[in-house]
C-alpha cells in the first residue's frame, strides 16, 4: 500500500494550486463557468491522487465563495 501525499492548497490571485508528494495542480475559476478549470498539473496515471487534488481545490473554493 501506498502512502498518500498529504495535499496543500494555496491561493494565488485568480489560480488555486495543490500540491503535495512532488504533484501539483492549478485550478482556476473563469468567469463563464460554474465549477474550477484545471489550468495545469503534473503528470500522473494515479487517479485517487487527481481526485483528491480536485476536492481539496473545491473545498477552498467554497471557502472563498467562489463557487457554491
Do not use: H
Not at 492548497?9 to 508528494?21: P, R, T
Not at 495542480?25 to 465549477?35: G, N
Not at 485517487?48 to 477552498?60: D, S
Amino acid at each position: 500500500m501506498t502512502d498518500k501525499p498529504d495535499l496543500k492548497v494555496e491561493v494565488e490571485g485568480l489560480n488555486l494550486i495543490v500540491s503535495g508528494g512532488g504533484f501539483c495542480a492549478v485550478y482556476y475559476k473563469s468567469t463563464d463557468q460554474p465549477q474550477l478549470m484545471l489550468r495545469l498539473r503534473t503528470k500522473t496515471d494515479d487517479y485517487e491522487l487527481l481526485a483528491r487534488a480536485w476536492m481539496t481545490a473545491n473545498k477552498k473554493a467554497r471557502e472563498l465563495g467562489w463557487i457554491v
